[in-house]
Structures are given as C-alpha cells and as structure tokens.
C-alpha cells in the first residue's frame, strides 16, 4: 500500500509540470481580472454608443461564440470581437479584431456592422464587419478573412427576418427625417447632384449616430450681404418697382418739357415671373423602401 503510494504521488509530480490553463477573457474579451495586466487584451479605443434599430441594443452585453479552424471567435454586439487561438502553445494567440464603431448603410438599409481599431496588423488595424442573416436563433455561423487584417464574420438572428427590420428611416428622429425629405426634393427637383445628395444622407446619417466622421468638416464661406445686390425674390421684385416707379418720373419729366423718347407703355418687360409656391407635399420617394 505504501509503495502503491509512492507511485501515484511520483506520477502527480511528473504531470504537474506539464499542465497549462488556457485562460480566455471573461464576458467582453478585454478585463479577465484573473490575467496579469501584461497578459490582457488592451483595446485602442472605446466603443461606439449603442445606434441603430431599437430592436436590436438587447443584443448588447451578450455575446456568441464559434469555433472554426484551431480558434474561438466570441463577438460582442455594440462591444467587440475577439479570436482565441485553442492551442496549450505557451504563446498561444488572443487578440482583438474590432471594436463596435459605426454601421454600413446603403439605399436606406443597414447592410453590417463595422468594428475597427482593433490590434495592430502590419501597417493597420485589423478590423471586421459583421453581416446580419435572418436566422431561427442568434448565433456566430461563418467566419472568412477575405484580405489580410480584414475579417467578415455572418451572424443569424430572427431579429432580421422582418424584411423592414434593418430599414435606416424609421430609426432616424422626426428631425433627421424631415432633412431626408428634403433632401428628397432637392434631389427630385435637379437642385443637386446624386453626389450631394449622398453627402447630404452622409451628414444625416453622422448626425443620428449611424456613422462616425472620417474627416473634419469644412463649412462654406457665406456670402458678404450686400444690399445693392437682390439676394432673394422678394428684394428682386422690390428693386423692380422702384426701378418702375423711377422710369414712369422719368417719362413724365421728359413729356413735360415736350422731349421724345421711345415709348414701351403698356408693353413690361417681364422683369420677374410669378413663382407658384410648391406644394408642401414631398414628392418622390420619402426613402422607404417597398420590399413587398
């Protein structure tokens, strides 16, 4: 029985040696109070606030995981995602590929999410965008790597399975969708370019929290006033007949003291036209789209 002991207690000792924990970060990938601060993920930057369709923010403070090819993906809706490689290598990778940073939006549809700033790569960051699929429940289902540092990961839902679920416009305040409509018209009416238009959804669209500004933005010099100059209809017509009123003490001086002159009375030169006042009814698409 002794010796039976002394075996067990010799094997214990050997094996000891060898053993090695795994430790992977808790919750959000980034404060494991049970890693050495050296050894915890540092990210770059905070993330965005959470933006978006309402139905969606519950998904924040939960997380998915997917295992595929040797390394465990865990994303953070609205927080993070991180890769953990499944290896008992003493140096066995764990890093961040994105932190929650805007949406991608395109013809009033949110079509993923963007999350940047994550760890170093080279030259740049790596970063990931997260493509939403209807599904019967919310999980990770494909991770890819189309380019080096850039990652593409699909996440199933029911949360989009409404086909106006991921629709921009509803989302947007009474405010932003009252310069959408505008910006509606303008476009409807020839007044500015499909480019400025698409500058002008940008600006909407940064303003609701939707995107982040990638540049700072430059405003346009105003005009000086000046008054002898017509700035608008109003001041035009105003200038119109003071300049009628001029000519017509013009005329009469000229035929009180008997002296020729061209007449054009009766015959105006239309100096202005009547402009009808637009309808106050938006026309052309108000930026929802029919998906039946």
Known sequence: LHLLCLILKMISHTYA????????????????PFLSQGSRLQPKVDPSPVSGPVHLHHL????????????????CPFHNI???EQSFRWNAYSGILGIWHEWEIVNNTFTGMWMRDGDTCGT????TKVILVCGSSSKLSQVSEPSTCLYSITFETPLVCHPHSLLVYPTLSEKLQKEWDEAEQVLYEGLVTEQGYK???????????????????????????????????????????K???????LRALLTQHNIPFDSQQGKRANFYTTVTVRSEHLRGDTGLIDMH
């Open 17 to 32: 040696g060898k053993m090695k924990i795994v430790e992977e970060p808790n919750t959000f990938g980034l404060n494991n």
């Open 60 to 75: 924040s403070g939960r997380c998915f995981s997917l295992i595929e090819s040797m390394y465990k993906y865990e994303f």
């Open 82 to 84: 991180t890769q953990h």
């Open 124 to 127: 740049r960051n790596r970063e």
């Open 199 to 241: 500058g002008l959804l940008k600006d909407i669209f940064e303003e609701a929290g939707l995107l982040k500004s990638h540049e700072v933005k430059a405003s346009l010099p105003k005009a000086k006033a000046d008054p002898e100059s017509p700035n608008s209809l109003q001041k035009c017509k105003e200038d119109y007949e």
């Open 243 to 249: 300049q009628s009123e001029e000519l017509e003490r």
